[in-house]
């Protein structure tokens, strides 16, 4: 007997974790600086397994974080410098209400400011690692170049934003590296593949914002930073992988033709715009024309499978899907997107000289084999070219081939627009645009494909409906006999006396293999009737799962195939 | 003219003071000058122009200012001045105050009697014509043109001038040139010499006096030339030569707070520090940190489906009935945070107005929400099933329907197969009880006893062919002749053993009765009358002693025990432990089972004490049944669940089976086969492989082999009793529809 009494809540879990008012009060600091602190460096709270001993047997709704992050933070130099801030903002209140202007300018000069480099290097202490979490930065800095000059966050960082990611789409054009393109109705999704990454991230509509109130810019803007940074860093060591010169330049050669033409701006001001047109390709470090020969003969190494080697012939060839093409982009089409998406792809792209900088040639150029419009019709049409409407190219680019252009002519109804994300698996909805899309790839000839799918599903609701019959047949004869006997028996209960009559019997067909089945059947059912509590509801649960899964794939088709019908009868009546 | 040379006196001494260089009152009096000169001008064309006018300059002026003066002899003259006006408006309008405070001045200096509205210096027009400053377009139809201060009318000048007059006037008249027409008074006035000057002059945009010089030399007072001499003179302060103490404090102060490093020299290179950016990653150390290796990576966003496309497939649109049910529901028990739409084109795509909230809260699930790392269940459901040994392996069970027995006319409560598998009787709530052949399901005899049988029970001694009947509150026992004569007549001896002695226990209670007449024909042996509603009735194995239940919540004499050769009955138990439900003899030992609402009891009836206690883990037991090893139990329930008791192992179920979906009824063991098999309402009959090994530290293997169905469920109500054959793997099950069906 006897030793200390040991103390709750002093071990285990309760001490591992600590409220976040404490981490801040240990800390010092006030609310939003431990709430940039924490975005800065990634720290988040955890829910500890047993909360009420975490929270020494209070239920309260607290959040948590791990005393050893906590303890991480106290090192970070980064709080030094906000406290430094906090007191130059109370000096310069001082100097403002003192009314020392010389103070002021003083103290503003001095304005403390911090770097993030170390804490970049920090989180991401690998460049695969800086690549695999950039989905977000690229979103917001996306989302952040869009912004006007309103005051919802400063001008720098909107043109630091911009800046960036257009860095980002000229490295994506020089590598080819997109991948994917999606239009939904929240902006273009754009997925690449830059060093075995799959990075996605998502561009909005090039409309004013209407800039809500209920969202808080200030966290957005600490993001902003930490991300433009990160960006900043990412395409540095992006560009010089490709032996690119960093901040990008353009090629020199175009750069001379360009300079004869044009001498509207700065030439800084000219230089950047003229690389956010995203029109002409950037210099190198390194001569371009050496590397391309170094490129072309590659060695297969000795591991790779042929498959292997075939993907990456496919990957080649979809990299140079666009090539040898020439499209003129109308002014409504997106010219941004459109152009970068051609470009990535190894087309040519231009525009009209009055809408941006950059366009390289006319819309009477001779060569030009696409003309991206967006209306419903252009007066003046040229004959070699096609008329065909943006969204021709973002499937293509999805399709990884060059689709029929007839669906997408001028003024025509568009075909559906499927995202590329989607990945169907046994047993999903697959829309039939998309079969019709593989088929395509697969290379079988898209002729009279209307007729064919008709006659298909003609026969599949044949066949259904045989089956159906088939077994309503059975049905229907075991009912006949059972009512057979059961007249026989109220006859004979009746006391009546039975008509006896013999009738040749029938010989049933056994279908042995649907015996067989019904008897699998049965054992399963018996052995899940056999099942334990627990792994019952496990097991339950995953099938309700899987029969949900099948009942929403069912529900589309028969939405579709309404929606066909409904289409087929209109078609009939036109024709009446 | 007195006054003007006294301005030019005025203007001499005043350029004497300048001279001196008196700056404050300079200014001052240059403005007076200004004004003056101004003055002057005026009135000496006044002069010039109304030279017979007796009017001093100032009643002219009031002339201007006021009607208090005016008179109708000098009209011409005012009038003149009218267009003056007119024309010099907006000099005028500019002067005017200059004009008036100059006026003002001067009337000071003269001490000329002040006007009574002088100070009035808002209305401008000519107030003899009080229409006010109204377009006189207005009285273009009217004879007059306005009304005077009598308010009579004033009437335009007679014209009778027309185009040929026009003419000849401009031919003729030299001054046509000069006449002007006041639209006031609708007079033509002619313009003076001075006037069409001042017109002039104004029109090329210079000012009105001819004598003002707009380019005077700018004097500067204050030149950046030092001066000789001082400007004042005052002597020096004497804080001037000696240092201030205030300044050496501030600049003592300074220089210790750079010394302290508070005041910082002024940075240089500051926008080169940030957004700078080089390799970040040129020595890539690839330890790894115990922090990296906990980090949890923000999960990233899911990828948008068809459904987010702008020109998604037809079926992925919303229909009615799913936009109304989106709306309805609750923002975070949508699927999806926006509604399909879709866009014949590009161009008409708006912009997503819940983007940058998208953002948002992607940055807030970064920093604030928790982070947890959650093993996915990823189990292949297959595997989850238990691996049994296949139901063809464990053949023979009854599978299919073979016979039905047909005969009864209410629900059919209870059978009871004879020991020597050749009858079956079944007792039903029509009040009879039928003995039916077994394979030809032919029903051979029908005993009407009279009331609602609720149990049969054969008489397991094979050498004996009596059958128990419960019914109301008598147990019967029958003789139904259905065996060899050797058989019946040893039941005959059985049922009329001697009656020496007289029951002991269950006096009075229990009363024993031979049978005559019609039943005695119909094969009823014996009565045995009870004080309750009799519910079970339950041999033991060697045929001699029968137990009657009769459930009793409030008294002990629920069970009574009867020895039929001696006619004797016994009520064992002295306490009401519950109300029984069911009870059985251990087939081999002297046990005896009793199943009360919640547990089982096992009696030692040697020893007559309780042995054990098994708690079902349900809530009201209906049916019991016990192996023909005597080791085993099972317990159907009304709350669907059969338990499987291991008498060797624990007082709990060893298994709970929920097979049934509705109460279960009735629960049997096959004699010889290991099978069992339940019964419920829902009208199946769940047949159990159930293998006791005689190792005992091997448990029972259960496996269910075949549902059985064929019940109609009427009233609710579906199987209500299950037998097997004692031989056969064979089972019998009575319904609620009256009939009695075999499997086989």
Redesign the interface.
């Known amino acids: 007997m006897g030793g200390l009494q040991k103390k709750k809540f002093e071990r285990g879990s309760a001490a591992n974790y600590i409220t976040r008012n404490k981490a801040r009060r240990k800390l010092q600091l006030s609310l939003p600086d431990f709430?940039r602190l924490?975005?800065l460096k990634?720290?988040?709270?955890?829910?500890p397994k047993h909360k009420k001993k975490v929270n020494k047997g209070s239920t309260a709704a607290r959040?948590?974080y791990l005393l050893k992050d906590i303890r991480?933070l106290l090192h970070e130099p980064i709080v030094g410098k906000f406290r430094d801030y906090k007191v130059f903002v109370r000096r310069l209140k001082k100097a403002y209400g003192k009314t020392e202007w010389s103070a002021v300018e003083?103290l503003r000069?001095?304005k403390p400011?911090y770097?993030l480099?170390h804490i970049?290097?920090e989180r991401?202490?690998?460049?695969i690692d800086?690549l695999?979490?950039i989905?977000?930065a690229l979103?917001?800095c996306f989302?952040f170049s869009t912004f006007a000059r309103t005051g919802k966050c400063h001008v720098q960082t909107i043109q630091?934003c911009r800046r960036l990611t257009v860095e980002w789409m000229n490295y994506v054009i020089t590598s080819s590296a997109l991948r994917k393109v999606?239009?939904?109705?929240?902006?273009i999704?754009y997925q690449a593949e830059v060093m075995g990454q799959l990075i996605?991230w998502v561009v909005?509509?090039q409309?004013s914002?209407?800039?809500?109130t209920?969202?808080?810019y200030r966290?957005?803007a600490t993001?902003t930073e930490l991300y433009t940074t990160l960006l900043?860093?990412v395409?540095?060591?992006l560009y010089?992988s490709l032996n690119l010169i960093?901040p990008p330049k353009m090629d020199s050669k175009v750069e001379m033709d360009q300079m004869e033409d044009d001498d509207y701006a700065m030439t800084s001001e000219s230089n950047s715009e003229k690389l956010s047109a995203l029109s002409a390709s950037l210099a190198r470090a390194v001569s371009s024309a050496e590397e391309e020969e170094a490129e072309l003969d590659q060695f297969p190494v000795e591991g790779e499978d042929i498959e292997q080697m075939e993907a990456k012939e496919k990957e080649q060839k979809q990299q140079k899907l666009f090539k040898g093409l020439k499209f003129f982009l109308n002014r409504?089409?997106?010219r941004e997107s459109l152009a970068f998406v051609i470009r990535c792809f190894g087309g040519e792209v231009s525009w009209d000289k009055s809408l941006c900088i950059g366009s390289t040639y006319e819309v009477t150029d001779e060569t030009i084999t696409h003309h991206i419009a967006?209306?419903p019709n252009i007066e003046k049409q040229y004959i070699n070219r096609y008329y065909i409407?943006?969204?021709w190219v973002y499937d293509c680019v999805n399709a990884k081939m060059l689709l029929p252009v007839e669906d997408y002519f001028l003024g025509v109804?568009?075909p559906?627009?499927?995202?590329p994300?989607?990945e169907e698996k046994e047993g999903d909805y697959v829309?039939?645009?998309k079969l019709k899309i593989m088929a395509l790839q697969r290379g079988e000839k898209p002729a009279n494909e209307e007729e064919e799918e008709d006659e298909e599903e003609g026969e599949e609701e044949e066949e259904e409906e045989g089956d159906e019959e088939e077994e309503e047949e059975e049905d229907e004869e075991e009912e006949a006999e059972e009512k057979n006997l059961k007249m026989m028996?109220e006859q004979r209960?009746q006391g009546k006396s039975l008509q006896v009559k013999v009738t040749p019997g029938k010989v049933k067909a056994e279908n042995s293999a649907r015996l067989e089945e019904e008897?699998k059947a049965?054992?399963?059912?018996?052995?899940?009737?056999?099942?334990?509590k627990k792994?019952k509801y496990?097991?339950d649960k995953?099938?309700f799962g899987?029969k949900r899964k099948v009942r929403e794939a069912n529900k589309?088709?028969a939405?579709?195939k309404a929606?066909d019908d409904a289409e087929k009868s209109k078609k009939k009546k036109a024709k009446k | 003219m007195e006054e003007s040379s006294k301005r030019s006196e005025q203007r001499k001494e005043m350029e004497k003071e300048r001279k001196k260089g008196e700056k404050k009152r300079r200014k001052e009096e240059e403005e007076e000058e200004e004004e003056i000169l101004i003055f002057n001008h005026k009135s000496a064309e006044k002069e010039k122009e109304d030279e017979d006018l007796s009017d001093s300059e100032d009643s002219v002026f009031s002339g201007l200012e006021d009607s208090g003066s005016d008179s109708e002899d000098d009209d011409d003259d005012d009038e003149d001045l009218k267009v003056d006006q007119n024309l010099s408006q907006q000099v005028k309008k500019e002067e005017e105050e200059d004009v008036q405070s100059s006026l003002k001045k001067k009337d000071e200096e003269e001490e000329v009697k002040r006007d009574e509205y002088e100070h009035d210096s808002s209305d401008e027009e000519d107030i003899r014509n009080t229409v006010g400053n109204i377009p006189m377009e207005w009285y273009k139809d009217f004879p007059h043109i306005g009304y005077d201060l009598d308010g009579k009318k004033i009437y335009k000048p007679i014209r009778n001038k027309d185009e040929l007059d026009d003419f000849l006037d401009k031919m003729e008249n030299p001054d046509y040139w000069r006449t002007v027409q006041d639209k006031q008074t609708g007079s033509d006035v002619v313009l003076s010499d001075e006037q069409v000057e001042l017109v002039k002059r104004l029109q090329r945009g210079q000012f009105g006096d001819v004598n003002f010089n707009e380019y005077q030399p700018q004097v500067e007072f204050f030149t950046q030339e030092v001066m000789l001499h001082p400007v004042t003179n005052r002597p020096a302060d004497k804080r001037s030569f000696i240092p201030s103490l205030l300044e050496k404090d501030k600049v003592s102060k300074l220089v210790h707070a750079i010394k302290m490093g508070w005041i910082k020299p002024r940075r240089d290179s500051r926008d080169d520090s940030r957004g700078r950016y080089y390799d970040l990653w040129a020595s890539e150390d690839t330890s790894n940190l115990a922090r990296h290796r906990m980090h949890l990576p923000a999960p990233k966003i899911p990828l948008p489906g068809h459904h987010e496309s702008y020109n998604p497939p037809p079926e992925y649109l919303f229909t009615d009935e799913e936009r109304a049910l989106w709306e309805q529901q609750d923002p975070v028990d949508r699927k999806f945070p926006f509604v399909p739409r879709s866009f014949s084109s590009l161009r008409l795509v708006p912009a997503f107005p819940r983007f940058i909230h998208e953002r948002f809260e992607r940055c807030l699930d970064l920093y604030l929400c928790p982070r947890q790392r959650k093993m996915r269940v990823n189990v292949n459901p297959e595997d989850l099933i238990p691996k049994l040994p296949k139901p063809k392996d464990l053949q023979p069970f009854p599978t299919t329907q073979s016979l039905v027995y047909r005969g009864h006319s209410g629900l059919v409560r209870s059978i009871s197969v004879s020991p020597s598998g050749q009858w079956l009787a079944s007792g039903s709530d029509d009040g009879s009880v039928r003995f039916w052949e077994i394979c030809s399901s032919r029903c051979l005899k029908t005993v009407q006893v009279g009331g609602a049988v609720k149990s049969v029970a054969w008489n397991p001694n094979p050498s004996v062919c009596l059958l128990a009947v419960a019914l109301d509150s008598a147990v019967l026992i029958l003789s139904p002749a259905l065996a060899d004569r050797q058989v019946v007549l040893s039941s005959d001896r059985l049922l009329s053993a001697p009656q020496e002695a007289e029951p002991i226990e269950g006096d009075g209670l229990v009363n024993w009765s031979d049978t005559e007449g019609e039943e005695l024909n119909q094969g009823i042996r014996l009565k045995i009358q009870h004080p309750k509603a009799v519910q079970q009735v339950a041999w033991h194995t060697k045929g001699d002693y029968l137990a009657s239940v009769m459930p009793d919540h409030s008294s002990h004499l629920q069970v009574l025990i009867h020895q039929v050769s001696r006619r004797r009955s016994q009520n064992p138990f002295r306490k009401n432990k519950g109300l029984v439900q069911s009870v059985s003899f251990h087939p081999i030992r002297p046990y005896f089972f009793v199943a009360t609402q919640r547990s089982v009891r096992i009696y030692n009836l040697v020893k007559q004490d309780l042995t054990k206690k098994l708690h079902a883990n349900s809530k009201w037991i209906s049916s019991m049944a016990v192996h023909p090893g005597g080791d085993h139990v099972i317990c159907g329930s009304y709350d669907c669940k059969l338990s499987w008791f291991d008498l060797d192992l624990s007082t709990k179920p060893y298994r709970m089976l929920r097979h049934h979906r509705k109460a279960v009824r009735s629960v049997a063991y096959h004699r010889l086969y290991p099978l069992f098999a339940s019964a419920a309402d829902d009208g199946s009959i769940i047949v159990c492989h159930g293998t006791v090994y005689n190792d005992l530290l091997q448990n029972p293997l259960i496996v269910p082999v075949k549902v059985l169905r064929g019940h109609v469920i009427t009233h609710e109500l579906g199987v209500l009793d299950v037998t097997f054959h004692p031989t056969q793997p064979w089972i019998f099950s009575s319904g609620a529809d009256a009939t009695i069906r075999l499997f086989t």
Do not use: W
């Open positions: 709430r924490c975005i990634g720290i988040y709270p955890h829910e959040t948590f991480f003083r000069e001095n400011t770097k480099d970049i290097k991401y202490p690998s460049f800086a695999r979490d989905d977000d979103c917001m989302l630091l999606f239009i939904s109705i929240k902006g999704y996605t909005p509509y409309f914002h209407d800039h809500p209920d969202v808080d966290v957005m993001f900043g860093f395409n540095f060591r010089h960093y409504e089409a997106p967006d209306r409407q943006p969204q109804n568009l559906p627009h499927l995202s994300f989607v829309p039939p645009e028996e209960s008897e049965e054992e399963k059912r018996l052995a899940i009737m056999m099942m334990k792994e496990l097991y995953i099938m899987k589309l088709a939405k579709r929606h």
